[in-house]
């Protein structure tokens, strides 16, 4: 059976993970935070296991390999090790829905240089990924997330794509010291936000008076860290709207930002019902009245079915080259 240069690197990247694992009774995740960093400063830290290493650390170097082919190895990695301990924080975003958003953000930014930000950047699997797909390399990405494990992981995703990615380990919902950018682009955390007192700094704290929800601070959060008329395009849950009981987030939608697309998901790429979430555009508002867009509304098919997501895709590409979005 041919192997492709995806498996081939992964089943490197996870061997050593595995021996690293193994030397340094940790968890999975960690050996592969150990292993990347390794790979990206070409460094053997576990002198005991040198001899295991070293051969998979040149078979690796020796691959003729493209940035998407190391996002998409580390992936897999990642995917085994968030299923082997997992935690609230550590899921990753859906590699179809990478490939989706990235070509989204391809359309709107077409070959002109841009700035783009991950508020919960995770291992930045998402925003690299974004970034492989751009008809330009003259892009200013930034990435923030509260978790050391995964900001490391960034670090070393971004490193060994030789991708420029400038990451600030912080809470996203704290003020970030970055210009505000053209893109912010964000997998949304949901559930209640345990910071009440930075809470209190936003608007959309009032949507839910008993306590504060993370996934209405973060839209709060994206539109303040763009520019007028940038984009916010994101993974929300399906509830979004349904939680603005008090009509909170609609009257604050209304003054700040114009959707342009809400795209409901299948719910067979989410592991239950309830977690399934929708792709959402908005652009930021100016102080200048723009003429009123026509939002695109539409359903995705179920990835299986080639010729109805042909079809889609072919409807979302006309949507955008005919609109002036």
């Excluded at 609230?88 to 859906?94: D, I, K, R, S, V």
Aim: hydrophobic residues 45%; charged residues 25%.
């Amino acid at each position: 059976m041919q192997t492709t240069t995806v498996s081939e690197l992964f089943t490197m990247i996870d061997q050593a993970a595995l021996y690293t694992k193994k030397e340094r009774k940790s968890d999975y995740l960690t050996a592969l935070c150990e292993t990347a960093e390794g790979l990206v400063q070409d460094e053997i830290k576990a002198e005991t296991i040198a001899d295991k290493l070293k051969p998979l650390y040149e078979r690796f170097y020796n691959q003729k390999m493209t940035a998407e082919d190391v996002r998409r190895s580390l992936q897999l990695a990642l995917l085994k090790g968030m299923k082997a301990s997992p935690q609230p924080n550590h899921e990753l975003t859906p590699d179809t829905l990478v490939l989706l958003i990235g070509h989204m953000v391809a359309m709107l930014a077409g070959k002109k240089p841009f700035s783009i930000l991950d508020p919960a950047v995770g291992a930045a699997n998402l925003l690299t990924g974004i970034m492989n797909q751009s008809a330009t390399d003259d892009i200013k990405a930034f990435g923030v997330d509260a978790d050391p494990l995964l900001i490391r992981l960034a670090a070393a995703n971004a490193n060994l794509q030789q991708k420029a990615v400038q990451l600030f380990h912080q809470d996203g919902l704290k003020p970030i010291l970055a210009d505000p950018v053209d893109y912010v682009v964000c997998d949304l955390p949901t559930g209640v936000y345990p910071d009440q007192e930075t809470a209190k700094n936003y608007t959309l704290n009032a949507v839910d008076p008993k306590q504060p929800l993370i996934h209405f601070l973060f839209v709060e959060q994206a539109l303040r860290m763009l520019k007028d008329k940038g984009y916010f395009l994101a993974l929300v849950p399906n509830h979004l709207f349904s939680d603005d009981q008090g009509h909170v987030f609609h009257d604050f939608l209304q003054k700040k930002a114009t959707i342009l697309a809400l795209i409901q998901l299948p719910v067979s790429l989410f592991l239950r019902a309830d977690q399934a979430k929708s792709i959402l555009l908005m652009q930021k508002k100016t102080d200048i009245q723009d003429h009123a867009k026509q939002a695109l509304l539409a359903e995705m098919p179920d990835f299986s079915n080639e010729v109805k997501m042909r079809k889609f895709m072919q409807q979302l590409d006309h949507w955008f080259l005919h609109r002036s979005v």
